[in-house]
């Protein structure tokens, strides 16, 4: 479980960003963390992993309290954490593999990999992982050959690989157009329930948050107003998170949107089965 305990962040020019969040993320829950820009979404989730050192406040990873680790054991406890970033955050000379295999580096030494020697069974889970995300014929390609859609699944092998317990993935779709972002949400869905793991995403999609998360937290100048099922997402609550806006067209909107993806989910699993019988 990932423990918030009156977590505060407070920059140096006086704004708060965090005011003393308190929040738990039980194993294996997929949670959407929604609000408008300058919420504290970004903050919450960098402060977990200290890319943003908290003010003040606990942040514990099951048995660990990782706001009280020296540097060193830093290192070590970002590996249960992994990152997918907005951006990809892909080195755009390596190949795919390469890329992948980087979310290892915490774990060899020195000079493996700084020559990129990884041990084969590193190499064999990369092949793996590509497999599941459908890009196992791209591992040669260079990361800046490929589509937004392609460079995420990169990304997200890149984590996965880490073997964590946590997945923090800030903005996976900003950059993605409809399809894509659809796919990517349902492929980090799918995954953490695979392997039975947490996650926060970060994301400003409210149709997404709900279709692809089971539970819904919604920020407004860095504290909580909102932490419920996806359906609990009433017009007040949208307003008090977002501000005034006709948000029951948004809510019947996500209701299409569910019953499409529904169909689409059963169409590709129609049309995988018909595969499956042509072979045999």
């Known amino acids: 479980m990932l423990r918030l305990d009156t977590l505060v962040k407070q920059y140096k020019t006086g704004d708060l960003a965090l005011k ?21 979404k970004s903050t919450l989730i960098r402060c977990v992993n200290r890319l943003v050192e908290p003010t003040s406040g606990k942040v514990s990873l099951n048995d660990m309290e990782l706001t009280t680790l020296s540097q060193g054991r830093l290192r070590k406890a970002r590996r249960r954490m992994g990152m997918i970033f907005q951006e990809y955050a892909l ?20 000079w493996r990999s700084y020559f990129r020697k990884f041990p084969q069974s590193d190499i064999d889970e990369a092949f793996r992982l590509l497999a599941r995300v459908g890009l196992d014929h791209m591992a040669d390609k260079r990361a800046d050959e490929l589509s937004g859609g392609q460079r995420q699944r990169v990304g997200i092998c890149r984590a996965l690989i880490q073997d964590p317990e946590l997945l923090l993935v800030d903005e996976p779709t900003a950059s993605l157009d409809p399809k894509t972002s659809r796919q990517i949400m349902r492929l980090i869905r799918e995954l953490c329930a695979e392997r039975k793991l947490s996650a926060i995403i970060n994301i400003h999609d409210v149709l997404l948050a709900q279709m692809f998360s089971e539970r819904i937290v919604g920020l407004q100048l860095g504290e ?3 932490d419920g099922p996806p359906d609990g997402l009433t017009p007040t609550v949208l307003t008090q998170i977002y501000g005034e806006e006709d948000w029951e067209a948004t809510i019947e909107k996500v209701e299409d949107e569910e019953d499409d993806d529904d169909s689409i989910a059963q169409f590709e699993h129609d049309e995988m089965d018909a595969q499956v019988s042509e072979v045999q």
């Open 224 to 226: 909580i107003v909102y």
């Open 20 to 40: 003393g969040i308190n929040l738990d993320v039980p194993d294996g829950q997929v949670m959407a963390l929604i609000g408008p820009s300058g919420a504290g």
């Open 91 to 110: 080195v755009e000379r390596l190949t795919v593999m390469e890329n992948v295999l980087s979310g290892r580096l915490g774990y060899v030494s020195f």
